[in-house]
């Protein structure tokens, strides 16, 4: 088998079923699987899989193991010569895989691949490709200088080898996920994806961002930015310190120093308020009772529209269109002021989509 697509889910089930959508239809030439590790979530995230996805191979964990955990489970089933870990809130373009197959194929000493990723808005998130994140390069970081914490390099669209990938999307050899004993079940959440590229990097392996291809990384709905997110993200990074970078008592003390003041220094985020004048439903089956929730007026289209106004909503239906057709879109409109995206994925009745980091996304069903 080539591929085995690993998804650690916890209680996202309408943006786990928009991202097991676009999964099979990015794996229909590929002799792949899709293995989905659930972490005791209360939602029906399970009984969803079960009726709409069968030929998924669900794991259901009797507590929230966390990431880690979860993850190293679902590689232990897996039987593809190429892993890839996503996240339960992307999407993937139908040509992502075969082009990180066609990419990786040939190289020599392979370590991670991570590729292009946008958020909900159609924002490229910098944590795509990362530096490694010494205590210097992390201490410049907090006093706002990321020039040395993002691989800013490497063009957005570029492609060439990094240190750091984020675990939203890593593509590597099972071998390799092998070689370096997987996910470091000390980190709960957060910062095993640092510590994973790195340990990759230490046993002699190439990491690279791939820039020609785009997933869409809802970021919000697995990395929710509260205060239990900064509590962990901040344990994981003393735990990173500590396993790769202990020194002595000076260097020690000006790590946690540092951490501290990352913790005091943190900013609550503030949520964007999106004014909203224009609407475009891009769909040639138009259901009823959509159309009777959906703001007055909205323009119906059969074909993606070039030039839209500055706040608008733009609701994406996955019957009608591909997603490397939305992703480009996506991409392109979020140049303008105020573009809120939404997404009806293909055989559903509800519309989702998010547009924040701080909050979850909605849904709305019809």
């Known amino acids: 088998m080539k591929l085995s697509v690993i998804i650690l889910n916890y209680n996202v089930r309408y943006f786990l ?59 232990a089933h897996a039987k593809g010569e190429y892993l890839c870990v996503l996240n339960p809130d992307t999407v993937v373009a139908e040509d992502t895989f075969t082009k990180l197959i066609k990419f990786t194929e040939p190289k020599k000493s392979l370590g991670i691949v991570g590729c292009q990723l946008i958020d909900g808005k159609g924002k490229f998130l910098p944590e795509s490709k990362r530096h490694i994140p010494t205590p210097k390069v992390s201490l410049k970081k907090i006093l706002g200088i990321t020039k040395d914490y993002y691989a800013n390099a490497i063009k957005i669209e570029e492609t060439g080898k990094v240190d750091i990938l984020v675990g939203a999307f890593m593509w590597l050899k099972k071998e390799v996920y092998d070689v370096v004993g997987g996910f470091d079940e000390d980190y709960f959440m957060y910062g095993e994806d640092i510590d994973l590229s790195y340990k990759v990097l230490k046993a002699g392996y190439d990491n690279f961002y791939f820039g020609d291809t785009t997933v869409i990384h809802f970021k919000g709905e697995s990395t929710l930015k509260d205060a239990q997110y900064a509590k962990r993200f901040y ?132």
């Open 17 to 75: 079923e928009l991202c097991l959508k676009s999964v099979e239809a990015a794996i229909a030439h590929i002799d792949a699987e899709i293995i989905v590790i659930d972490n005791n979530s209360p939602d029906d995230s399970c009984a969803m899989i079960k009726q709409l996805f069968p030929s998924v191979k669900l794991i259901e964990n009797k507590d929230n193991s966390g990431f880690s955990k979860g993850n190293n489970i679902g590689v």
């Open 235 to 366: 344990g994981a990074m003393q735990i990173f310190y500590k396993k790769h970078f202990k020194q002595n008592f000076v260097f020690n003390t000006i790590v946690w120093i540092g951490i501290k003041m990352a913790k005091l220094m943190r900013k609550s985020p503030v949520e964007e308020v999106i004014k909203l004048n224009a609407y475009y439903l891009y769909s040639t089956d138009l259901d009823d009772t959509l159309l009777k929730q959906l703001p007055k007026p909205t323009r119906i289209e059969t074909v993606i529209q070039e030039d839209i106004k500055d706040g608008s909503m733009l609701v994406y239906d996955f019957n009608m269109l591909t997603s490397s057709a939305v992703i480009a879109d996506m991409k392109q409109k979020s140049k303008q002021e105020n573009i809120v995206f939404r997404f009806i994925p293909k055989n559903s009745k509800f519309i989702i989509g998010s547009d924040s980091a701080i909050n979850r996304g909605e849904v709305l069903h019809f």
